[in-house]
């Protein structure tokens, strides 16, 4: 492996499976070196493709999403570094898919548990390939001042004290990347801090070994000195050994095996890693130790003697004339997520919406205060739930009761009417549900299903103002308004609408008081001395009745009523209900496969 630098300031990668939390640390860690274009060149999500938007900086960025490796590496030819999110189930087939193209020079693989098979399969085809694998289990790796990969070196206040925005001179590599946060910090304390580190990955079967790297740094000039943590269980350290004695590697090392505390235990211990398992004296902290102290590395007698050993290595550099101090710089301040910032309490934003009737942030959604478990626990019916998110208040059952009457009543009223015109044509012509739906109820207005509001309005405020029925007709008729709720093309004074009959029926038995129905009626009863079609429809029926409703239940105000009727309530609650039957409408002509309709030219009048 060998060679040299894997990173610099310009290096870019392309990252499998999408995080949000590690890409934008990788994104902030550039704005914090300086760097001019961000280290995440594009972003591969399986079956997905377009942009996601992070930060970079103040500015905000769109990132591209590919669905492939291939189409990601075709469209990003300069992006030679792959880090790969995926699980351990097939973190193996994607970083073998990576490594054959012939952009990728570095994978990195952070998944933990991939089958050893799998990874010496990766190992051998990443060596032939002249190409470099970081992990399995593994954290990444970082050169101070230029790249990261991930998580590496954690939140941006570690990477600020462990002065990895700027590079130093200290060359590291770990097998854990738990404990590389935690000697970035200690390297920084006694040295200039570190040029680049690495995590090689805790598994059995590392992609790259701590010799790889050691002889990597060995070629970079600007490492001076280097750094290793090792621990019990296998044998990669004594490839480092060998190096050593062979005088492969001519800088300082200061090395030191962790593990040393498995002799106090009467059996073999596996500690966290897969490969931290000792199984001899070989694999042992201490006869690791002992071989890097006998082939010319500085180890220590302790881990708590690590920083001084280090300390007292870069030193002797320093006065060698080998390492300049670092000139050290004020990194910029990354600026802080909305989110975080309104947590801490450091600035308050306003809110784009203002929601009275639901929540759904607790453990399960609540209409207007009552949770959903209650609803159901408490036999509550589409009535008892129109009432929560309508109006913002348990209605007694008649009142619930009255809203489903309402519903089931105006569900439908057969094919002919408008709506259902409108839906059947839609439907027939091969549209889906909610465009056949929809091209119905725009049908609704005055002239259709729209008069409930209308009637209650003008019905509320003639008898509020204590009009006569023939002062309200005639007043009306001055103005050249129609009265709403009263008319309709095929009933009449002696066949009256059955709907309307069940209604005032309901009403009257339940109600507390019906005083609008009963205006109504007397509306009526005008009416009909004009015409025997001016009969009270089911849209004056409900709206007189609802009005009774708010008004009887005693649970609304009259400026709440008088808001209710302005806003349109009464309406929704027909729209609500002949939905049903414009759906219904629409299976029905899907369910016959009925034929594009074409409207026939005998029932057209063509004229000039």
Known sequence: MATGQLFSRTTQALFYNYKQLPIQRMLDFDFLCGRETPSVAGIINPGAEGFQK???????????????????????????????????????????????????????????????????QLIAYARSNKKVVIGPATVGGIQAGAFKIGDTAGTIDNIVQCKLYRPGSVGFVSKSGGMSNEMYNTIARVTGGIYEGIAIGGDVFPGSTLSDHILRFNNIPQVKMMVVLGELGGRDEYSLVEALKQ?????????????????????????????AKSGGEMESAQGKNQALRDAGAVVPTSYEAFEAVIKETFDKLVEQGKITPVKEVMPPQIPEDLNSAIKSGKVRAPTHIISTI????????????????SIVERGYGVGDVISLLWFKRSLPRYCTHFIEICIMLCADHGPCVSGAHNTIVTARAGKDLVSSLVSGLLT????????????????????????????????????????????????????????????????????????????????????????NNL?????????????????????????EIDEIVEIGYLNGLFVLARSIGLIGHTFDQKRLKQPLYRHPWEDVLYTK
């Open 247 to 275: 005088g492969k590697v001519n800088k300082p090392v200061v090395a030191w095996v962790c593990g040393t505390c498995a002799r106090l235990f009467k059996s073999e211990v596996q500690f966290g890693h897969a490969g």
């Open 54 to 120: 992070l930060f970079f900086g103040q500015e905000e960025i769109a990132i591209p999403v590919h669905s492939t490796i291939e189409a990601a590496c075709t469209a990003h030819p300069t992006a030679d570094v792959f880090i790969n999110f995926a699980s351990f189930r097939s973190a193996a087939a994607s970083s073998m898919a990576a490594l054959k193209q012939p952009t990728i020079r570095v994978v990195a693989i952070i998944a933990e548990g991939v089958p050893m098979s799998d990874t010496k």
């Open 535 to 559: 009969v009270l429809n089911v849209d004056g029926a409900i709206g007189s009745l609802f009005l009774d409703l708010l008004a009887g239940s005693g649970m609304f105000s009259k400026q």
């Open 358 to 373: 639901s929540d759904d942030r607790g453990e399960e959604p609540c209409y207007a205060g009552v949770p959903m478990s």
């Open 444 to 531: 609704i207005g005055p002239r259709f299903g729209g008069a409930i509001d209308d009637a209650a309005r003008y019905f509320k405020d003639a008898y509020d103002r204590g009009l006569t029925p023939y002062e309200f007709v005639e007043g009306m008729k001055k103005k050249g308004i129609r009265v709403p709720g009263i008319g309709h093309r095929i009933k009449r004074g002696d066949n009256r609408d059955k709907r309307v009959e069940l209604l005032q029926r309901f009403a009257r038995t339940h109600f507390p008081s019906v005083k609008y129905m009963e205006y109504a009626i007397q509306v009526e009863t005008y009416t009909l001395s004009k015409a």
